[in-house]
């Protein structure tokens, strides 16, 4: 990532690198040098690595020395705690991103309850489950931002609490492409709820589809990314046409273009140790012992009609030296490889490039381009045909900005399956150094921060009144109960009088209680 960082800003005319100085000056005079972010299921938590990235340039390059303060963690998997943990420093650390609107939140390193911060920016990584492709169900889940349910819905609305609470500088959410579907029901789509949802809270919203490719990584990935900018203490219209957007908006935009790189060889992400590949695949990430599955029968057809269709005969006939290969791997997967290493070889092109294939797709599903990654999900299995291996979990995680010499082995080890899951739900890396480059050189800061100031200012001002509200309803409270204490004894005297005989009703044992207040007389 730090290469691609200075390919960025090499780019730089000498007008853009005054700009970005200049907002680097103004951060450093009303923030003291001290940058404040936090982050909420984003993940690996990325974000921390490429401000790491960006402080050395920014020093070398402008001679400001910031400190970029990790104020809070939102991970409800616990293993991925464990790898955010091993790798950045984290001032608070909970268990789930609800917690960020929690009064007094549990830090779960020290089971003791900790307080949550105004930062200047909030990465946040809402899941994608309710709306991924790759969900049978995400047609139907088009509207659940609007009605925070499943998982998307839920952590959106855990966002957007926070964003409530704390009115960040910048909040800034990633989420997959098909978070644009629209809602037939309603005509929106969940990524205009997220707009409409930010712009009532006084954000002007920026949302790009950023694909992984155009900033230097060889992996089709295609990612929404919503930046939200603190322009107003009261709602924003974006939409409406008489609505004048903030002239550092195209800044913003025009660094996000400038900061565009050809992607580098896919060979350049890859492990060119033989013998390590080998022994991470026979001992650190053995496939495990299953009962095989029987094939189902679109499975079946998908492969035999990819086969007609290529002209390869079938069952396939694997040659000897293919199966000492795919020896490990199931039926359906040798079918899927055999069926693309055959096309390969008949093209001519295998010596020249790389080519990945997915072992968990047909082979009518694959999304096959030469020399690029298919992108990397949770599940994901691809299968390197010029190499004869697997993809490394250590390489899923440099392509997605963790170079191998930064990963640390976690306490205990995580499995390779855990960490191609943080892979894929990962933000990607040279997009987000290209995402915060954009922000610090074209957003207007004095505006911002003096919007985040006026927020807390009225904050605190409306303490006083919710602290008298607070003490009347806490008298009130007194009174009531006293009432309620004096109802009972007198209840309890009644009770010993009616055993007597005595001739007195409630009424007549309440009235003239201190408690009971009399209406006023008429005027």
């Known amino acids: 990532m730090r290469v691609a960082a200075e390919r960025m800003i090499s780019k730089f005319s000498p007008a853009r690198r005054v700009q970005a100085w200049k907002n680097l000056q103004t951060l450093k005079e009303l923030l003291d040098s001290r940058v404040a972010f936090g982050t909420g299921c984003s993940g690996t938590d990325g974000v921390n690595h490429a401000f790491n990235v960006w402080h050395s340039i920014f020093a070398r390059e402008f001679g400001m020395d910031f400190v970029f303060s990790h104020e809070f963690a939102a991970e409800k998997v616990e293993w991925k705690r464990r790898f955010i943990l091993q790798h950045w420093d984290v001032r608070l650390m909970l268990g789930d991103i609800w917690d960020l609107s929690a009064p007094n939140p549990t ?247 790389e080519l990945m294939v997915d072992t968990n797709m047909s082979c009518d599903w694959q999304n096959v381009h030469m020399g690029i990654c298919p992108c990397i999900v949770s599940s994901s299995s691809l299968w390197l045909l010029k190499r004869g291996r697997f993809l490394q979990p250590c390489e899923a995680l440099h392509l997605q900005g963790f170079p191998v010499q930064i990963q640390q082995e976690c306490i205990p080890p995580l499995s390779c399956r855990e960490k191609v899951d943080l892979a894929g739900n990962a933000f990607s890396g040279q997009v987000l150094l290209a995402v915060l480059l954009a922000l610090v050189t074209g957003v207007d800061w004095s505006l911002v921060l003096g919007q985040m100031q006026q927020f807390t200012e009225a904050k605190q001002k409306s303490k006083p009144a919710a602290a008298a509200a ?40 309440l009235r003239g209680s201190p408690c009971i207040v009399a209406p006023a007389a008429p005027e």
């Open 107 to 353: 830090d779960v390193r020290t089971s003791e309850p900790g307080k949550v911060m105004q930062v200047l920016l909030a990465f946040f990584g809402v899941e994608c489950d309710s709306v991924s492709a790759l969900n049978s169900s995400a047609a139907s889940n088009r509207g659940c931002v609007a009605s925070e349910s499943g998982k998307t819905g839920s952590t959106a609305a855990a966002a957007f609490q926070y964003v409530d609470l704390f009115r960040p500088g910048v909040v800034a959410i990633e989420n997959v492409k098909n978070l644009a579907a629209p809602n037939l029901a309603t005509g929106k789509s969940n990524l205009q709820v997220v707009i409409d949802k930010l712009n009532t809270l006084g954000y002007y919203v920026m949302a790009n589809l950023l694909k992984t490719q155009t900033y230097g990584v060889p992996m089709m990935r295609d990612r929404w990314w919503i930046i939200g900018i603190l322009v107003s203490s009261s709602p924003v219209n974006q939409l409406c046409p008489d609505y004048v957007a903030p002239s550092f908006v195209q800044d913003v935009q025009d660094v996000l273009k400038e900061s565009e790189l050809p992607p580098l060889p896919l060979s350049h992400f890859l492990l060119q140790d033989p013998l390590r590949c080998r022994w991470i695949a026979e001992f650190e990430c053995r496939p495990r012992r299953r009962q095989p599955k029987s094939q189902d029968d679109k499975h079946l057809v998908d492969s035999l009609q990819a086969y007609e269709d290529a002209g390869l005969s079938w069952p396939p006939q694997y040659p000897d030296s293919f199966k000492e290969i795919v020896r490990h791997l199931p039926e359906r997967k040798q079918q899927a490889l055999y069926y693309w290493d055959c096309i390969m070889k008949r093209q001519d092109i295998m010596a020249e490039e």
């Open 470 to 509: 607070g003490q009347v309803a806490a008298e009130d409270n007194a009174e009531s109960e006293a009432c309620d204490e004096g109802e009972g004894m007198e209840s309890e005297k009644q009770d010993s009088l009616s055993d007597d005989g005595s001739d007195f009703s409630r009424s007549t044992l």
